[in-house]
Nanobody, 124 residues
Framework: QVQLVESGGGLAQAGGSLRLSCAAS????????MGWFRQAPGKEREFVAA????????YYADSVKGRFTISRDNVKNTVYLQMNSLRPEDTAVYYC?????????????????WGQGTQVIVSS
C-alpha cells in the first residue's frame, strides 16, 4: 500500500522558518515528479512547489518563490519543503503529492498519490 506521510508542520511566527518532510512508503518515487500543494480555509488547494525525479529541476508558485525550497532524497524516498520568511498568508494545510505523468506539475488533478496533510500556522 502506497503512503505519503507529511511531517514538520506547526506554529511559526512571521519571518520564521519550518521544514516539511514527506516520506513515501510502499513503492519508490525516485523516477517521478513530486510536489507540494496547500489549502487554506475556504480556499481551493493550490500549487506550491514541484521537483523532477533527479532534483535538477524545481518549480515554484510566484507567491513562495525566493522563500521556499523544495528538495528530495531518493535514497530515503523523501521530499522536503524548506519554508523561510514565513508570512501569515502561508497558513494552510500542506499536502505532498507524487507521480505526475502528464508533466503539468501545477495541476492538482495531475498527481496520482497524496498525503494526508500537515497544518502550518503562521502568526503575525
Amino acid at each position: 500500500q502506497v503512503q505519503l506521510v507529511e511531517s514538520g508542520g506547526g506554529l511559526a511566527q512571521a519571518g520564521g522558518s519550518l521544514r516539511l518532510s514527506c516520506a513515501a512508503s510502499g513503492r519508490t518515487f525516485s523516477r517521478n515528479r513530486m510536489g507540494w500543494f496547500r489549502q487554506a480555509p475556504g480556499k481551493e488547494r493550490e500549487f506550491v512547489a514541484a521537483i523532477n525525479w533527479s532534483g535538477g529541476r524545481t518549480y515554484y508558485a510566484d507567491s513562495v518563490k525566493g522563500r521556499f525550497t523544495i528538495s528530495r532524497d531518493n535514497v530515503k524516498n523523501t521530499v522536503y519543503l524548506q519554508m523561510n520568511s514565513l508570512r501569515p498568508e502561508d497558513t494552510a494545510v500542506y499536502y505532498c503529492a507524487a507521480e505526475n505523468p502528464s508533466g503539468r506539475y501545477d495541476q492538482r488533478n495531475e498527481y496520482n498519490y497524496w498525503g494526508q496533510g500537515t497544518q502550518v500556522i503562521v502568526s503575525s
